[in-house]
């Protein structure tokens, strides 16, 4: 099990030393401590951000402990970084930069293949747009799946339904792109019209865009031979 170390929101002293204020803290039966009271004095912080880094400090510490700080706005703890002994942190730090060049290569071509797959998926998810709402002009089609499709936005197209190009994932992000761009949806949130209300006041509309979307477009004619 993974020792848990808080980083306080407000000034803290500790129970035991009465130092503080306190970076960081244990708590025991909700009791807050020092590191030096708990034993953990000797860690060194490593924050976030280095994968590399943090695995090969952790593996390399007989002792680690993970930093975590409360999100108000996510009502969440959410990891901050690491602390590890010093000796493994360095050890973990100078393998790194021996072989750093190796892994900027191996970075790079994931790169590729992100990106390559993030095209691949976007004219997937454009395509089928297209065929629950024929009607859709190409290009509308192509800016909401590459809206909707966008890596690490938290969107419906990176959902398992929106992968799996589920339809009625789909149709949920023509619907927000519909409510966003063609109402004035924005300027109703923004003078504090609540979200439930505004979107109450909007269906009808939205839907009327979407009922002329479900019909294909009508043929052109092709000229006949005089």
Not at 114 to 122: I, L
Not at 177 to 201: C, M
Request: one cysteine or more; glycine letters at 6%.
């Amino acid at each position: 099990m993974n020792l848990v170390v808080f980083e306080p929101l407000k000034g803290i002293s500790c129970a035991e030393c009465r130092k503080g204020p306190l970076p960081h803290l244990v708590r025991v039966s909700g009791v807050p401590r020092c590191l030096d009271c708990s034993a953990l004095g000797h860690l060194v912080y490593l924050p976030r951000g280095d994968a590399a880094l943090t695995r090969r400090a952790r593996t390399g510490s007989s002792v680690s402990a993970v930093v975590v700080r409360f999100n108000k706005r996510r009502r969440r703890y959410e990891r901050q970084g690491l602390l590890v002994e010093r000796e493994a942190l360095a050890r973990a730090e100078q393998a790194c930069r021996a072989d750093a060049a190796v892994r900027a290569r191996g970075r790079d071509r994931a790169r590729r293949r992100r990106a390559a797959e993030d095209t691949r998926f976007t004219a997937a998810f454009a395509a089928e747009i297209l065929r629950l709402f024929p009607g859709c002009p190409p290009d509308r089609a192509t800016a909401i799946a590459a809206h909707a499709s966008l890596r690490g936005s938290g969107r419906v197209g990176r959902t398992a339904a929106g992968r799996a190009l589920d339809p009625a994932a789909v149709a949920v992000a023509v619907r927000a792109a519909v409510r966003h761009l063609d109402t004035e949806y924005d300027a109703l949130l923004a003078a504090r019209v609540p979200r439930f209300e505004a979107r109450a006041r909007l269906a009808a509309r939205i839907d009327a865009v979407l009922d002329t979307w479900r019909t294909p477009p009508p043929e052109k004619e092709t000229p006949s031979a005089a």
